[in-house]
């Protein structure tokens, strides 16, 4: 089927997104071909497209990039993977409004479509991204089919429409499960540096457990930046497998899905590390499971936060920070019981994004604070665990 690109002369299609609302958009396939059933997401980042579809928080999610050009800074296998365990699934598929241009950057070392096809992520570039913006910010998140076919195939939307029909959506998924390590591992590589790149943390100050959901790599170097040697464990480890490390603090890590599935086994052993008095950090996922063991509730967003450019404020020092976001679920701050307050506040919406417990060392925060949007607005709240951590040694040797 022929469509018009940018302009110029009709071309025949070889791809297409099918979203469940009835919309169909034609567009040139791009990545790796087949068919990818996933919910429909736009990111408003203008830069980090590699970093975004290697974050385990996107797995069953196809991104809609708003900025219509990717693909200039190409592909380097140095510090854009984002998911920790190397065959972590992240997102399905991606879709461009232009055709993926031309790599021009001294660090790169591979050309975006050839690296969307060795990740087996499906692309389809052509596509009016506004309009399928506009259409999830009126109507919510939507679940999509996004396909790529060879030129000599038939692009077959019946089985696109049969194939989605299938889809169960991602509330109520523990998605979680398909992300994490498998097996514990140590971490101790610090953040980029200029002409040292990533440099190696001989002797840490602290020893730090991280469950896993789906914890991205700059979490584990954030945290290796401020003295602390990880142990990474799967986002299934009982309260018992982390206490036996003799942690000097705990931290529940990103991931993707519904928090109240995973919740269902992670939350009892949660409740049980925050009885342990132990210093607790929780970010995007884990913040919101540790508002569930908590007990506070959450909810899906109508069309989420996705990208690098979101306001928010820190209710104790007033500070406003541009963020990264990645979350389709949010904890309701009408929920919270007596005892946790609110730390955080987006100031887009006014939703939540994050908590601290009063009288105990336990922080938690929605959006990213490893992420790198431009500013480092965030880096801080690994030194606030890092002084927490501090302050729970000093009480235990007094």
Request: hydrophobic share 40%; with cysteine.
């Given at each position: 089927?022929?469509?018009?690109?940018?302009?110029?002369?009709?071309?025949?299609?070889?791809?297409?997104?099918?979203?469940?609302?009835?919309?169909?958009?034609?567009?040139?396939?791009?990545?790796?071909?087949?068919?990818?059933?996933?919910?429909?997401?736009?990111?408003?980042?203008?830069?980090?497209?590699?970093?975004?579809?290697?974050?385990?928080?996107?797995?069953?999610?196809?991104?809609?990039?708003?900025?219509?050009?990717?693909?200039?800074?190409?592909?380097?296998?140095?510090?854009?993977?984002?998911?920790?365990?190397?065959?972590?699934?992240?997102?399905?598929?991606?879709?461009?409004?232009?055709?993926?241009?031309?790599?021009?950057?001294?660090?790169?070392?591979?050309?975006?479509?050839?690296?969307?096809?060795?990740?087996?992520?499906?692309?389809?570039?052509?596509?009016?991204?506004?309009?399928?913006?506009?259409?999830?910010?009126?109507?919510?998140?939507?679940?999509?089919?996004?396909?790529?076919?060879?030129?000599d195939e038939i692009l077959d939307v019946a089985?696109?429409?049969?194939?989605?029909?299938?889809?169960?959506?991602?509330?109520?998924?523990?998605?979680?499960?398909?992300?994490?390590?498998?097996?514990?591992?140590?971490?101790?590589?610090?953040?980029?540096?200029?002409?040292?790149?990533?440099?190696?943390?001989?002797?840490?100050?602290?020893?730090?457990?991280?469950?896993?959901?789906?914890?991205?790599?700059?979490?584990?170097?954030?945290?290796?930046?401020?003295?602390?040697?990880?142990?990474?464990?799967?986002?299934?480890?009982?309260?018992?497998?982390?206490?036996?490390?003799?942690?000097d603090g705990i931290v529940l890590s990103n991931?993707?899905?519904?928090?109240?599935?995973?919740?269902?086994?992670?939350?009892?052993?949660?409740?049980?590390?925050?009885?342990?008095?132990?210093?607790?950090?929780?970010?995007?996922?884990?913040?919101?499971?540790?508002?569930?063991?908590?007990?506070?509730?959450?909810?899906?967003?109508?069309?989420?936060?996705?990208?690098?450019?979101?306001p928010v404020k820190d209710m104790e020092t007033?500070?406003?920070?541009?963020?990264?976001?990645?979350?389709?679920?949010?904890?309701?701050?009408?929920?919270?019981?007596?005892?946790?307050?609110?730390?955080?506040?987006?100031?887009?919406?006014?939703?939540?994004?994050?908590?601290?417990?009063?009288?105990?060392?336990?922080?938690?925060?929605?959006?990213?604070?490893?992420?790198?949007?431009?500013?480092?607005?965030?880096?801080?709240?690994?030194?606030?665990?890092?002084?927490?951590?501090?302050?729970?040694?000093?009480?235990?040797?007094?």
């Amino acid at each position: 089927m022929p469509f018009r690109h940018d302009d110029q002369e009709l071309i025949e299609a070889t791809g297409a997104l099918l979203l469940a609302t009835g919309e169909i958009f034609f567009g040139r396939g791009c990545g790796a071909s087949g068919m990818a059933t996933a919910e429909i997401c736009f990111n408003t980042a203008m830069t980090g497209y590699q970093e975004i579809l290697t974050d385990p928080s996107y797995a069953a999610q196809v991104v809609v990039f708003t900025f219509p050009h990717i693909g200039n800074v190409g592909a380097n296998d140095d510090d854009h993977e984002e998911s920790s365990a190397p065959a972590a699934k992240a997102a399905r598929g991606a879709v461009f409004r232009g055709t993926i241009t031309s790599p021009s950057n001294w660090r790169a070392v591979d050309h975006f479509d050839a690296w969307l096809r060795r990740k087996n992520i499906v692309g389809l570039s052509g596509i009016d991204t506004r309009a399928v913006t506009r259409r999830i910010r009126t109507t919510g998140m939507v679940n999509g089919i996004v396909a790529n076919i060879a030129p000599d195939e038939i692009l077959d939307v019946a089985e696109m429409r049969r194939m989605l029909s299938e889809f169960q959506g991602i509330e109520g998924a523990d998605l979680a499960k398909d992300v994490g390590p498998g097996d514990r591992y140590e971490h101790a590589e610090s953040v980029w540096e200029w002409k040292d790149g990533f440099t190696a943390l001989n002797d840490g100050k602290y020893h730090v457990a991280v469950l896993d959901f789906g914890v991205k790599k700059n979490i584990l170097r954030n945290l290796s930046s401020v003295g602390a040697r990880c142990t990474v464990l799967p986002g299934n480890a009982t309260a018992e497998d982390v206490l036996a490390l003799n942690p000097d603090g705990i931290v529940l890590s990103n991931g993707p899905g519904d928090p109240a599935a995973t919740g269902i086994y992670a939350g009892p052993e949660i409740k049980k590390l925050i009885d342990s008095g132990l210093p607790i950090l929780g970010i995007c996922l884990g913040h919101q499971m540790l508002a569930l063991a908590l007990g506070a509730k959450t909810m899906k967003m109508p069309q989420g936060h996705h990208g690098a450019n979101h306001p928010v404020k820190d209710m104790e020092t007033g500070k406003v920070e541009i963020v990264s976001m990645n979350h389709g679920f949010t904890v309701d701050p009408v929920s919270l019981p007596d005892g946790v307050e609110q730390s955080h506040v987006s100031l887009f919406d006014g939703t939540n994004s994050g908590l601290k417990v009063i009288g105990k060392p336990i922080i938690s925060v929605q959006h990213h604070p490893e992420a790198s949007p431009g500013p480092q607005d965030s880096f801080y709240l690994f030194k606030r665990f890092a002084d927490l951590m501090d302050a729970h040694k000093a009480k235990a040797d007094a």
